[in-house]
């Protein structure tokens, strides 16, 4: 990739094959594009988020996970991610298939790398127009992909939000502080996806599982022969993320002795790989979750209070779901939406009244604990409401029915209820009277501010 402006098409190939996959790789730097030749899919989901601006080519026959899985996981990521498929000749029948679910192309092995290029080339020039597309949505002021991330009306998501945009827009390390299950890492995703390194890498790691007698050749790299079994050179995960962001999940789990080290690292913006004594350049942005009270570790000796500092400059604090009730029932029908078009399943309406019960509930697993819930609902495994069984009065049934409509059409238009009731035909009116029936609270849905329902 020497040589290759900044603004070169950035294309992620996932080969398990290392000569097929180096060939290639040079062949495409030759033809213009900015490749990570990649060994696994494993790599490519760790590299390709919703603000990826590129395209992946990857083989369909891999161990572990194939090309065909590697295209569903990086659609449940972005369905707008284009995956170009490489098959060989039997696997033709597979790769139409492939087209079928979202794949963008395929190509038949052996195949010519210029027509190669051009497939690709057709793909990033597609992938440049949806990215485009989405931020001009966002300049107009319809809901951008940070509220479609982290939705909710209630002020404390409208404060995170505003200054999750305020610090992504800088370089800054951030500290995020929030309970298990409140979204800590969909924010740090968000915050990478809307910065300036959206484009490169996004590694995270999770403090509390690496092994100790391994935790600083993971981190920071090791030279051949630097340790018994070290047999070739290694980059560490600092140094894969080069370019991009680095997600210290559970901070606090770090060892002191580390913390002193990652404290040198964050002020000079150098590693050194074990084994050697040659510094390495470090251009990444640090980002440190944490679900525990780091000033209360830090005055029980179990923090550097240095370190605690240095990471403290920009904070984003997550909300409990039990601080923004309001935001429940909104959140639960995104949900299940998601979890419908997950599990290919139709969405289901909720009966009267449930969206009211769980806004009334504590939540302790938070987003998490919904989300699960979401996932029983649409699976059929949770059975809120007696009148949803075969053998509820038709009345009943037709109720829940257009009870669900409407909640879905006002979660569709973003609790905009001017929108609502011209989609479904009906008067202001009738639409305040449906919501009050059915127990739509309409403080859980308007807009602040929506004076006339609009």
């Not at 190669?116 to 990033?124: F, G, K, T």
Request: hydrophobic share 45%; aromatic share 6%; with cysteine.
């Amino acid at each position: 990739m020497t040589g290759l402006s900044d603004d070169a098409p950035r294309v992620l190939l996932v080969d398990d094959d290392r000569q097929m996959r180096q060939s290639t790789a040079q062949a495409l730097e030759l033809a213009g594009f900015a490749v990570e030749a990649l060994a696994s899919a494993e790599e490519a989901l760790a590299l390709a988020g919703p603000g990826f601006a590129g395209a992946v080519v990857s083989d369909i026959r891999m161990p572990g996970i194939d090309g065909m899985t590697l295209l569903g996981r990086l659609h449940e990521v972005d369905p707008e991610i284009p995956v170009i498929l490489v098959t060989g000749h039997a696997e033709v029948s597979l790769a139409v298939e492939a087209i079928r679910k979202g794949a963008y192309d395929f190509i038949e092995k052996p195949f010519v790398v210029q027509e190669l290029a051009q497939v690709i080339r057709r793909a990033v020039e597609h992938r440049a127009l949806v990215l485009d597309n989405r931020r001009l949505r966002a300049v107009a002021g319809k809901r951008d992909d940070v509220e479609a991330r982290l939705p909710g009306r209630t002020q404390v998501m409208v404060d995170l939000r505003y200054r999750l945009r305020a610090i992504g827009a800088s370089d800054a390390d951030t500290l995020i502080i929030g309970p298990t299950g409140a979204g800590k890492e969909v924010v740090a995703r968000t915050l990478h996806d809307i910065s300036g390194r959206a484009s490169r890498p996004f590694i995270a790691i999770n403090c509390a599982a690496l092994p100790e007698s391994l935790i600083e050749s993971e981190l920071f790299g090791h030279e051949a022969g630097a340790f018994p079994g070290a047999l070739r050179p290694r980059f560490g995960k600092f140094e894969h993320a080069r370019g991009g962001t680095v997600l210290l999940d559970e901070i606090g789990s770090m060892p002191l002795e580390l913390q002193a080290k990652l404290l040198r690292v964050l002020q000079d913006r150098v590693i050194t790989r074990l084994g050697s004594n040659d510094p390495v350049a470090l251009d990444v942005r640090f980002i440190a979750i944490s679900k525990v009270d780091l000033a209360g570790l830090v005055a029980r000796g179990q923090f550097r209070e240095d370190l605690f500092w240095r990471m403290n400059v920009a904070v984003l604090h997550v909300p409990p779901l039990s601080a923004r009730r309001e935001d429940v029932a909104l959140l639960f029908l995104q949900l299940v939406r998601e979890a419908a078009a997950r599990h290919k399943r139709p969405e289901r309406a909720a009966p009267p009244g449930y969206l009211s019960e769980l806004a009334a509930q504590d939540w302790p697993g938070n987003v998490r604990e919904l989300r699960n819930l979401a996932e029983r609902f649409v699976l059929g495994l949770e059975n809120p409401g007696a009148g949803e069984g075969q053998g509820a009065r038709l009345a009943d049934r037709v109720a829940a029915f257009e009870r669900g409509l409407i909640a879905g059409a006002i979660g569709d238009h973003g609790g905009r209820l001017r929108a609502v009731y011209e989609t479904l035909g009906i008067s202001r009116k009738t639409l305040y009277e449906k919501m009050q029936k059915y127990g739509l609270d309409r403080r859980l849905i308007v807009e602040p501010g929506d004076r006339d329902g609009g």
